[in-house]
């Protein structure tokens, strides 16, 4: 079945400019991640959504940063006023079960977005 | 923070010799996953191990837990050209919604 997609794989933009990075997961998947990861470096978590739970937001660097999801489906990642900093590959991943300490919940990745902030 | 850390951060080694990574994390977890990724894009998931086990195989992976150290190991035997990735290790706190992944480690397979 498809995996996890996402769009666009690569985006140039200037500082300054608002970006949205858009993540479609997995069919029946009820938790959806975004992670930042910059080069050479690990993963940096973001924002986590479960289901119809508040998303957990602890991740966002700023408020420049926000992100929805729409049911269980589609998500979108937008930054405000791009910095230079903010360059970095964007990573979505979805899981299939609810967040239960008993549970099995491997993530399932997206290519990933690279983004250029020039 | 990261709560997984990776040692090393770089590892060279010949096609067929064993390759070993090290995971050490911080706080109580349920479970550790350890994950490849290849040319800097999405992460495969590779094998999970509970915090109750201490260790487990999965072809030519075999992962060890020991939870009083609070580390991990990850041991690829009869290494390919094909392992060439960076492999990082992610752990879930107990009581936290979210995996916190390590810097990684990059292997290279030399042919």
């Known amino acids: 079945g498809a995996g996890v997609s996402q769009s666009p794989s690569n985006k140039v933009t200037e500082k300054g400019k608002d970006v949205e990075l858009r993540c479609d997961p997995i069919?029946?998947?009820?938790?959806l991640y975004w992670y930042r990861q910059r080069l050479g470096q690990g993963l940096e978590f973001l924002i986590y959504?479960?289901?119809?739970?508040?998303?957990?937001k602890s991740g966002l660097p700023s408020d420049r940063f926000s992100a929805e999801r729409t049911g269980e489906s589609v998500s979108t990642l937008t930054i405000q006023r791009t910095q230079q900093e903010d360059s970095a590959v964007y990573l979505c991943?979805?899981?299939?079960?609810?967040?239960?300490?008993?549970?099995?919940?491997?993530?399932?990745f997206g290519p990933g977005t690279r983004l250029t902030v020039l | 923070s990261q709560q997984g850390e990776e040692d090393p951060q770089a590892l060279s080694i010949q096609e067929g010799e064993n390759a070993t990574m090290n995971c050490s994390y911080k706080t109580s977890i349920n479970n550790l996953q350890w994950y490849r990724q290849n040319s800097g894009r999405g992460l495969v998931h590779l094998i999970l191990i509970r915090s109750n086990e201490r260790e487990k195989h999965s072809g030519r992976l075999r992962v060890t837990l020991d939870t009083s150290k609070k580390s991990s190991s990850l041991l690829i035997t009869a290494s390919r050209a094909a392992d060439t990735a960076s492999y990082f290790c992610a752990t879930d706190a107990s009581g936290a919604q979210k995996l916190v992944f390590g810097q990684g480690t990059r292997l290279t397979i030399n042919p």
């Open positions: 959504f479960q289901g119809n739970s508040a998303p957990d």
């Open positions: 991943a979805s899981s299939p079960l609810d967040w239960d300490w008993q549970s099995y919940n491997e993530q399932f």
């Open positions: 069919s029946g998947h009820t938790a």
